[in-house]
C-alpha cells in the first residue's frame, strides 16, 4: 500500500529536523509508541502498540533512519512484528522551507501481513493516514513549544499529547487555515 502526502508546520526547516530525529520527541509524537531506544548501530528499537478496529496488538521492531541530508531529507525503514502480524515499511521525508513555515512531504510503501491485513487495505490506509496526521499535529506542537521557550529564555517544557489533544490541535489548524483564505 502506498501513502504520500503533505504537512505544513510553522517552524523553520532546521528546527524541525532536529525534532524528527530526536528519539525522545519522536517517542511522544509517534502515536502508539510505548518505547524507542538508540540502538548501537544508530537504528532505533522500539515497542508499538497499534490496531485498527478490533484486531489490536503490541509490535516490536526496528526503525532506520537513513541517506540523511540536513536538514531537507532522510529515508525511514520501520520493521515490526506482533501476535496479529507484521508491518514492514519504508518511505522518503523532506522538509521544504516556505517562510516562517517548512512543508513535509512524504511518501512510502507499507506492507502487512497476519490477520491485521484481513481488515482490508483501504481500512488500513485509513488508520495510517490519522496516523500521520495525529504525528505532525503532535510534532507542530513539539515545535510551538521550543519556540515559546526560546522566545522566552526558558527550558523547553514538552506539550502533553494524546488523541483527544492532538484531534483538538488539527482541528484549531484547519480553522485558522480556513480563516486565513
Known amino acids: 500500500m502506498k501513502l504520500e502526502g503533505t504537512h505544513t508546520i510553522r517552524a523553520s526547516r532546521l528546527r524541525l529536523w532536529r525534532l524528527m530525529i530526536d528519539p ?42 537513513e541517506e540523511m541530508r540536513k536538514p531537507e531529507h532522510y529515508k525511514i ?5 506482533g501476535s496479529t502480524g507484521f508491518v514492514k515499511g519504508a518511505g522518503t ?15 512510502g510503501e507499507v506492507h502487512v501481513g497476519g490477520t491485521i491485513a484481513s481488515v482490508g487495505a483501504r481500512m488500513i490506509t485509513s488508520a495510517a493516514k490519522m496516523m500521520a496526521a495525529q504525528f505532525f499535529t503532535a510534532l507542530a506542537a513539539e515545535a510551538a513549544a521550543v519556540a515559546k521557550a526560546e522566545g522566552a529564555g526558558q527550558e523547553v517544557i514538552p506539550p502533553k499529547h494524546g488523541f483527544l489533544r492532538n484531534a483538538l490541535r488539527w ?10 483564505r
Do not use: F, H, N
Request: glycine fraction near 12%; charge should be positive; charged fraction near 25%.
Open 93 to 107: 521525508l523532506d522538509l521544504a522551507e516556505q517562510g516562517d513555515e517548512t512543508v513535509v512531504s512524504y511518501s
Open 171 to 180: 482541528l484549531a489548524g484547519l480553522i485558522r487555515r480556513w480563516l486565513k
Open 77 to 81: 525503514i520501520v520493521d515490526g512484528k
Open 24 to 65: 525522545e520527541v519522536l517517542k511522544r509524537c509517534v502515536p502508539g509508541v510505548e518505547s524507542l531506544e538508540t540502538s548501537p548501530d544508530g537504528s532505533y528499537k522500539m515497542t508499538l502498540k497499534a490496531g485498527i478496529g478490533t484486531i489490536k496488538g503490541t509490535y516490536t521492531g526496528t526503525i532506520r533512519l
